[in-house]
């Protein structure tokens, strides 16, 4: 036990020597918003609906309106099939209709699968996004919830959720940045098997107060903590040696 910790320290000076926060950009993972290029297409209430819950929607709901769809951008609204969907505006930006009428609303987004073979090269993964500001000011009670969920490579069938749910009033999530950190220690079988990520952003059941209300989400990104190499190690594990046969010569 006492050896496995000891190896462990080297790779962790290693990431401290090169910026722990050495990130690598895998943004090709999210499929693109350009405002008059990117279609967002309407999912029927009838299925889309089960989307739209409170506290955020369930790992079957996810699976059962998402899983047999291709990468992209979605939404849907509980006002039947009628009212605004989600729109893409000049600067990359998803503005997300939160309700329209006396329901509620999602915006999701399927990512490109990332393979087991690019997940190789790194030790956890990091989804994030910011949000800006609200459409209308006066209504700022209305619940949202942001989940990420995935399903392993080939087995889109079953889906799981990554972290857990960001809730909050929508005037509390406004103009701020948000993240889950996937690491291989906790999800072995992701990085194993690969996976495709889906990020469902919906409102809870409402009320007509709280209708039209719209939500600015952007800056989408996908990035990658590579793995230690192990020359780097080797030579972390050098230097940690040496400063403590120093630590000893001082002692005498």
Request: negative net charge.
């Amino acid at each position: 036990m006492k050896t496995s910790f000891f190896l462990a320290l080297p790779a962790a000076a290693v990431l401290s020597a090169h910026g722990a926060e050495a990130w690598s950009s895998l943004d090709g993972i999210i499929p693109e918003l350009k405002m008059g290029e990117t279609s967002i297409t309407r999912i029927d209430y009838s299925s889309g609906g089960a989307l739209i819950t409170n506290g955020g929607p369930s790992a079957s709901a996810v699976q059962s309106v998402l899983g047999s769809l291709d990468a992209g951008w979605y939404s849907g609204n509980k006002n039947n099939n009628d009212g605004t969907l989600a729109s893409v505006t000049g600067d990359g930006a998803a503005k997300l209709v939160s309700a329209s009428g006396a329901g509620g609303g999602f915006t999701a987004v399927k990512f490109n699968e990332l393979s087991a073979n690019t997940l190789s090269g790194y030790a956890a993964l990091r989804i994030s996004f910011d949000t800006g500001g609200l459409s209308n000011t006066s209504r700022t009670g209305q619940p949202q919830n942001f989940s990420l969920w995935y399903s392993l490579g080939g087995e889109e069938n079953s889906v799981f959720q990554a972290g857990s749910t960001i809730s909050g009033l929508a005037g509390n999530v406004n103009n701020q940045s948000y993240s889950w950190t996937v690491s291989k220690d906790e999800y072995g079988s992701l990085f194993d098997q690969g996976a495709t990520f889906y990020l469902v952003m919906n409102t809870d059941v409402l009320n007509a107060s709280y209708a039209y209300q719209e939500l600015a989400v952007k800056n989408f990104s996908v990035e990658g903590l590579p793995v230690p190499e192990s020359s780097s190690c080797a030579a972390a594990l050098f230097g940690l040696g040496g400063l403590c046969l120093r630590r000893k010569r001082g002692i005498r």
